[in-house]
């Protein structure tokens, strides 16, 4: 499994980390090309190979327009909508939607009554860019997986509005809530609000340098105030034998013996909206031998909360249960096959570099079937057969 190694140790700026992994080899057009996806005001954005000290590393510049009207015609259900309609795949897609809803949770629970609204779009101009950059730049790369080392926060004080906020800023503490997270001797803010948003996004696990057959090294570099003060990131690309993608997700449970079953659509729905990764229902016997049902829902840690409360007032329970899991999964990607009434997008898994699984995008066989007027059953089987002979290819 290809996998990124952001060193944290100095801090994470997302200007910094976009240039490590443009060293690497990611390009800007396809940067670009995204953001056009995303219907993104264009911005512009140009990469420079610096020496200082004698240490070369790759600056970004990025000159973003004015998003005030934008981000009043988008909140962040906007965002969603936008992400949901482009033809980004699904694996750039998730992250950015779990940055965007971290962000807009940290800055509700710091700023109860709204921030400043300058300080607002200045914060989220910088992810949109820097965090759909960063996404983008890792597909590129064919990176699966993102580890991070310990997240060095700094110490001092920034100024926020005219005011000093302690370092680490109030926002990204609330971001890095529940990671591993040092502080520094050197004054100065180490991690910022964007860096902080996009490593806990992407991180798939929290410690040192894993066992991996190191390919490319890639250094970053933003300077603030002058070449004074320079932050510098490193990121490491290499290969981890016999690892399967994986990551940690919240399960909550509710069993349900007297509601209306016809509520159920609508229950999916909000879950699925408010962020749920699956959905399922059990059939089972509670207490007095009454039919029941268990709902299960899977979603990720930081919306673990919001579902809860989402099942306690959209279904009768009174409880719902939530643990933590660990979560093995295949690698996946989309190839189309090929079939006599048209072409059927196939989701396939791959496990250990070689495709294990293909199965036919079940609504685009729906929709073929009732264009020729044939069973479902036909166009999927069909489907299905041809993308068989895929079974046991390498991924290329």
Not at 185 to 193: D, N
Not at 272 to 292: E, I, S, Y
Request: proline share 5%.
């Amino acid at each position: 499994m290809r996998v990124a190694y952001i060193q944290a140790s100095a801090g994470v700026h997302g200007r910094a980390l976009l240039g490590a992994l443009l060293e690497i080899g990611a390009s800007v057009e396809t940067i670009q090309r995204g953001w056009q996806q995303l219907a993104l005001p264009a911005a512009e954005m140009v990469s420079q190979r610096m020496t200082l000290s004698g240490h070369a590393a790759t600056a970004v510049q990025l000159t973003t327009p004015d998003l005030t009207d934008f981000l009043a015609l988008h909140h962040h259900t906007g965002f969603g909508r936008i992400l949901e309609a482009s033809r980004l795949a699904e694996r750039i897609r998730q992250p950015l939607l779990t940055m965007v809803r971290r962000f807009f949770s940290a800055v509700e629970h710091r700023y109860p009554d709204g921030p400043p609204q300058a300080l607002f779009t200045a914060w989220l101009t910088d992810l949109l860019y820097l965090g759909s950059g960063v996404v983008l730049a890792l597909d590129e790369l064919d990176v699966e997986a993102c580890e991070v080392s310990p997240l060095n926060l700094g110490s001092g004080y920034v100024e926020d509005n005219q005011t000093l906020q302690p370092i680490p800023h109030p926002l990204t503490v609330e971001l890095v809530r529940d990671c591993p997270v040092h502080g520094s001797t050197l004054p100065g803010e180490l991690t910022t609000i964007d860096g902080a948003a996009i490593v806990t996004a992407l991180a798939t696990q929290f410690g040192p340098l894993p066992s991996m057959t190191l390919w490319r090294t890639g250094y970053g570099l933003v300077m603030a105030g002058g070449s004074s003060s320079v932050a510098h990131m490193q990121v490491m690309l290499g290969e981890v034998e016999g690892a399967v993608d994986g990551d940690r997700i919240a399960v909550l449970e509710a069993n349900i013996d007297d509601m209306n079953p016809e509520f159920y659509e609508v229950i999916y729905a909000r879950l699925f909206a408010q962020g749920a990764l699956d959905v399922t229902l059990t059939p089972m016997m509670m207490k007095k031998n009454r039919p029941a049902n268990k709902l299960t829902v899977l979603a990720p840690l930081d919306l673990a909360n919001a579902i809860a409360q989402l099942m306690l007032l959209e279904t009768s329970t009174f409880g719902v249960r939530m643990y933590e899991a660990q979560r093995r999964k295949l690698d996946r990607f989309w190839r189309d096959v090929q079939t006599r009434c048209g072409v059927i997008p196939v989701k396939c898994g791959v496990l250990d570099g070689r495709i294990v699984q293909a199965a036919p995008e079940y609504d685009s066989c729906k929709q073929l079937a009732e264009e020729h007027g044939i069973p479902v059953r036909l166009i999927y089987a069909e489907a299905a057969g041809r993308a068989s002979a895929w079974l046991g290819e390498s991924r290329g």
